[in-house]
């Protein structure tokens, strides 16, 4: 079993910037298909942000291409999501979910991301 834990999450100016973290334990990330980060705000679906593979091959939502960019470290066994240029409309629950190759999927508690001046 994997549990992923978010942090980094908070309150930031428009035009700000702010990185989350999305540690893992239970297996390494390199063992995992995928990790992504996903968002949901008051209203709307659950949506992914953008997601990393065992290969490291990344893939990103339109409306955070240029702006976001994943990473992740495997010694530290961590996902990162490093946010500039934060816009009103990046404001939600960011969330970190890991993909198994069975088709298994672990969530994060998720952490608050307010951008408001």
């Known amino acids: 079993q994997v549990q992923l834990v978010e942090s980094g999450g908070g309150l930031v100016q428009p035009g700000g910037s702010l990185r989350l973290s999305c540690a893992a334990s239970g297996r390494s990330i390199l063992n995992i298909n995928t990790v992504g980060w996903y968002r949901q705000s008051p209203g709307k679906q659950r949506e992914l942000v953008a997601d990393?593979?065992?290969?490291?091959?990344?893939n990103y939502a339109d409306s955070v291409k240029g702006r976001f960019t994943i990473s992740r470290d495997n010694a530290k066994n961590t996902v990162y999501l490093r946010m500039n240029s934060l816009k009103p409309e990046d404001t939600a629950v960011y969330y970190c979910?890991?993909?198994?190759?069975?088709?298994?999927?672990?969530w994060g508690q998720g952490t608050h991301v307010t951008v408001s001046s």
């Open positions: 979910r890991a993909l198994e190759d069975w088709g298994g999927v672990y």
């Open positions: 990393i593979t065992r290969g490291a091959s990344a």
